[in-house]
């Protein structure tokens, strides 16, 4: 991703994301990884996603963060790393006003993702969809249970390699 | 609320008692009961169902069931190239379609190096002004007709019409516009779009008024709104509520100013929150006012959007719009402010194909009632419906 964003003059959202990732940095050490300065979406990954929900509530207490607001979180599948993960866009509503986006991964078979969801309440839906779409369980959540998915649906619909049911209930699925 | 949440488990039963507030007597033996509302019940405006614990009159819980409408939209973006996106995101919420693909737009055209031209970002907030007008009425036609007034909703049909029509002289389409494009929109604004626009802008100021008058004046929607499913502004921020519903509790927050995408930061505006005269912020009715109030100041970025948009004749609006639509490798979480809160789209893009690697779509109003559970705690059957309608979810988005 680097050597496409590399020529563009960096905007004030990196700058105050840079700030914050030091913060992180400095409390987290080698939990989280460098900052990515992608100059739409500055992120940073947690490597030791056993500290993830540390860090969360690290980042919305902290009086220098204060990230009291989750605007999104969405599965993702990276087929070739053989993981699965989450990304995180994170803002300080009507207060500091900075952003950033966290991302964590999880091990594609049977992978664990600690639950923000009493961190933010708004995670409790948010996981719960991508548990939902893609299969990664979140320790610690209140009601993991499908979302938009029937209870009995088989398999995890974004992922790549998803094969859909050849019928459901005795109704043939469609392709 | 939070004595009933101690007595979840013994049995409570409350009176009304002036102002709309309750009193909670305990330990008197009644029996919890399942009680479901939809998926087929009017006021849940679609396909949800709500599974109400209830104790007598109260509900203890409600948790919401949803996916009825569920049709993947996330998988079938990534089958399909970015333009063959659009139809699908107009399909998500559909009462305000322009403003969903206004949304997917800046989201994409991140990733591109494209210059949009001046007249296309003025078409494209006067369409999406009239579309959140369009939206704000359906809501406020149907929230009075689940409290039981029937004329406004008829009122609002009325000119929601009048709104359908100039944008379907505009696009094409009634409803679904696919109108806005990836680096442009279909077409420019046909001939005399001008003194039409202006014309209803005049027609409708006083209609908006009269319309306040029937319902904010009137008596029974002021005692079944006011005071009722009330949200703290902390709360409200950590269920990541956005637009009306975040300005209803008190928290002046328009991705308008905040973001200042587009040519809003041109544009005289104010942000709309209650002011605590008519309502409790917080409360059903606030919510009610700000979208009431927001169609006034749509009105007004109308009118100046009008007047400063520069004329160009034989403008192709198309002129922008890349041949191939790849946008480079990275990813992008883009988002505007629709007249349900924040729609926000994250896309992944690998820089080699031409359709998007991955493409969630953050729905207002699926984040929006994920606190229905919180809001109805210890309120009354009936009260329910009244906040669900305050919520004014489109299941379509809801379940995408």
Redesign the interface.
């Known amino acids: 991703m680097g050597d496409t964003q590399e020529n563009i003059p960096q905007s004030g959202e990196v700058i105050a994301a840079k700030a914050v990732w030091q913060v992180i940095n400095e409390k987290f050490g080698d939990a989280v990884s460098e900052l990515d300065e992608n100059p739409f979406m500055p992120f940073f990954e947690v490597l030791k996603r056993e500290q993830w929900r540390d860090i969360a509530l690290f980042m919305r207490d902290n009086p220098k963060l204060r990230f009291t607001y989750m605007a999104c979180l969405s599965g993702v599948d990276y087929p070739e790393e053989r993981k699965l993960g989450i990304v995180c866009n994170l803002e300080s509503l009507g207060e500091l006003g900075h952003r950033i986006a966290v991302k964590v991964k999880c091990d594609r078979e049977g992978g664990i993702i600690p639950s923000v969801a009493k961190v933010w309440k708004t995670a409790d839906w948010h996981e719960r969809e991508a548990y939902d779409m893609y299969g990664m369980e979140f320790s610690g959540h209140p009601d993991l249970r499908r979302i938009l998915c029937p209870e009995d649906w088989e398999g995890y619909p974004l992922r790549k390699d998803y094969q859909v049911q050849e019928t459901y209930h005795g109704i043939k699925v469609p392709e | 609320m939070q004595e009933l949440g101690k007595a979840e488990h013994s049995s409570v039963r409350v009176t009304p008692k002036g102002d709309n507030r309750v009193i909670i007597e305990k330990d008197i033996s009644s029996e919890e009961m399942i009680l479901n509302m939809g998926p087929q019940h009017p006021s849940t405006h679609g396909v949800l169902r709500l599974e109400c614990k209830t104790d007598g009159e109260v509900v203890i819980e409600a948790e919401p069931y949803?996916?009825y409408l569920?049709r993947?939209f996330?998988?079938h973006a990534?089958m399909v190239d970015y333009p063959g996106v659009v139809p699908f995101v107009d399909r998500m919420d559909y009462l305000a379609s322009m403003n969903s693909d206004f949304a997917f737009c800046i989201a994409v055209e991140?990733?591109l190096d494209v210059e949009i031209p001046r007249r296309v970002e003025f078409i494209r907030v006067i369409v999406s002004e009239f579309n959140r007008i369009a939206s704000h009425l359906v809501a406020i036609g149907t929230y009075a007709i689940d409290l039981g007034a029937f004329t406004p909703f008829l009122f609002c049909f009325r000119d929601r019409e009048h709104i359908l029509n100039l944008l379907e002289w505009t696009s094409g389409a009634r409803m679904l516009y696919n109108y806005i494009l990836i680096g442009g929109v279909a077409y420019d604004f046909p001939e005399g779009f001008k003194e039409r626009a202006l014309e209803f802008v005049k027609y409708f100021r006083p209609k908006a008024l009269e319309l306040q008058k029937l319902l904010t004046e009137n008596e029974i929607f002021v005692k079944r709104t006011k005071g009722i499913g009330m949200m703290p502004a902390?709360?409200a921020?950590?269920?990541?509520w956005s637009g009306p519903m975040l300005r209803g509790s008190g928290?002046?927050?328009d991705l308008r100013k905040?973001d200042a995408y587009s040519i809003y930061p041109e544009l005289d505006f104010k942000v709309c929150v209650p002011d605590g005269r008519f309502s409790d912020i917080g409360d059903c009715l606030s919510r009610h006012l700000v979208r009431a109030m927001e169609m006034e100041e749509s009105l007004n970025i109308i009118e100046q959007s009008l007047e400063m948009m520069p004329e160009e004749d034989g403008f192709d609006p198309r002129a922008a719009i890349p041949k191939r639509i790849r946008p480079?490798?990275?990813?992008?979480?883009?988002?505007a402010e629709n007249p349900r809160g924040?729609l926000?789209f994250?896309i992944?893009s690998d820089?080699k194909s031409t359709s998007p690697l991955?493409c969630?779509a953050?729905s207002s109003c699926?984040?929006n009632l994920?606190?229905m559970k919180?809001l109805s705690l210890g309120q009354l059957i009936p009260d329910l419906v009244s906040i669900i309608g305050s919520i004014d979810i489109v299941l379509g988005e809801v379940?995408?």
């Not at chain 2, 921020?237 to 990541?240: A, F, L, P, S, V």
């Not at chain 2, 480079?328 to 988002?335: D, I, N, P, S």
């Open positions: 949803l996916g569920h993947c996330e998988k990534e991140k990733l902390d709360v921020i950590n269920y990541g928290v002046e927050w905040e480079k490798a990275g990813e992008v979480y883009g988002r924040e926000g994250y992944q820089g991955r969630k953050r699926f984040v994920s606190a919180e379940d995408r």
